[in-house]
């Protein structure tokens, strides 16, 4: 099982829904950071359960301990190591579970690839797992910011309610004030009262998180096998419920001309933009300076509170019905999850390229 992710800049996790707890190990980051604590609890508080009534009710603090790689509020550039304990786990709710394979989840695949399972809340495969990114991901942006770039990511589409795909008709600083985290105050509501309609007929929905990457420089990425947007495209689609990645004008595309979609060059206050940013800020897997922004689908939380028919570990029907604390759409709390695979990629590729450039 590989459990790293990352190339100079990596974290490395581990840990279960219903184990003692998360944790992981960064390695790469560079000395001489100021760690702000505050900060780093923040992003972990973004994506914690029980924040509202439209995320499950479990209820965990999610207090991140670092372990090491911190000095006198510094890093020191050897590896930082963490852990988040798990106080709130109800491992009974899945006993009816230990022997059937639910639908949608990666029970019979688990089961196929390494002949056992921990059926508590889906043990590794469960999301709380995305913990450990977001610590990763809070590091990563602390350095990011040092650089002046900004990775946020919003909830952009649940179900049929969607914003414009055009992110600069938003201010993207209010996606922190509605619990459903998009920066349109009336589709908020709108999807709040979907999410809350679902939830109440024991169902699930997805949607469509956005994501916009600011102030990075032109020359990250590789032309070859490590393009940048292969890299987002891959730690997107590593995210727990992602069936879809696209970036710049994506599928529709196929829909337009070359006429209508490149992007003119222009010499503007001593350095070279485009007139136009359909490519999505990155042309022959390298960036060109230009805002970064791609979409993130995700399909409906597999765990419905619904009757479900299945097979058992011996292949014989039956039906089962979930139990215990679900979120009924996970984009809320996904979007946080979205920005710390993105930071972490931006940065690993920086670092990269500053190897690169040393080489020369």
Not at 10 to 18: D, V
Not at 82 to 108: G, M
Not at 317 to 323: D, F, G, Q, S, V
């Amino acid at each position: 099982m590989r459990n790293t992710f990352g190339n100079i800049f990596t974290l490395t996790t581990f840990g279960e829904s219903h184990g003692l707890a998360v944790g992981g190990v960064i390695d790469g980051m560079p000395p001489g950071v100021a760690v702000d604590m505050a900060f780093i609890q923040h992003e972990l508080d973004r994506r914690r359960p029980g924040q509202s009534d439209l995320t499950t009710s479990r209820q965990e603090a999610d207090r991140v301990e670092l372990l090491s790689g911190v000095f006198e509020g510094k890093t020191t550039g050897a590896p930082i190591g963490f852990i988040v304990r798990n106080t709130n786990h109800h491992s009974q709710d899945y006993e009816n579970l230990r022997c059937l394979f639910r639908p949608s989840h990666a029970d019979y695949t688990y089961h196929k690839k390494y002949g056992i399972r921990d059926h508590r809340g889906g043990g590794r495969t469960s999301a709380r797992t995305t913990i450990s990114r977001c610590v990763g991901g809070a590091f990563a942006k602390l350095v990011l910011n040092e650089l002046g770039i900004r990775v946020r990511a919003y909830t952009s589409q649940v179900g049929d309610i969607a914003l414009s795909p055009d992110y600069h008709l938003y201010d993207l600083d209010k996606t922190e004030e509605n619990a459903v985290r998009c920066p349109d105050p009336e589709k908020a509501e709108e999807m709040a009262r979907l999410i809350r309609e679902v939830k109440s007929s024991g169902d699930t929905i997805g949607g469509i998180i956005t994501c916009v990457v600011t102030g990075c420089p032109a020359g990250m990425g590789e032309p070859e096998f490590d393009k940048l947007h292969a890299a987002l495209g891959g730690a997107m689609l590593g995210i727990n419920a992602v069936k879809g990645f696209e970036y710049g004008e994506g599928f529709s595309s196929a829909l337009r001309r070359g006429s209508e979609l490149n992007d003119p060059f222009a010499w503007d206050s001593g350095k070279v933009v485009t007139t136009t940013n359909h490519s999505g800020g990155v042309q022959g897997g390298v960036s060109n300076g230009q805002d970064i922004y791609f979409r993130v689908a995700f399909k409906p939380v597999a765990t419905i509170l619904q009757e479900q028919s299945t097979i058992d570990l011996e292949g014989n029907p039956t039906t089962m019905k979930a139990r215990g604390r679900h979120d009924p759409c996970v984009l809320p709390r996904a979007v946080p999850v979205v920005e710390a695979m993105a930071a972490m990629v931006i940065l690993d590729h920086y670092l990269l390229q500053k190897t690169v450039i040393c080489d020369l």
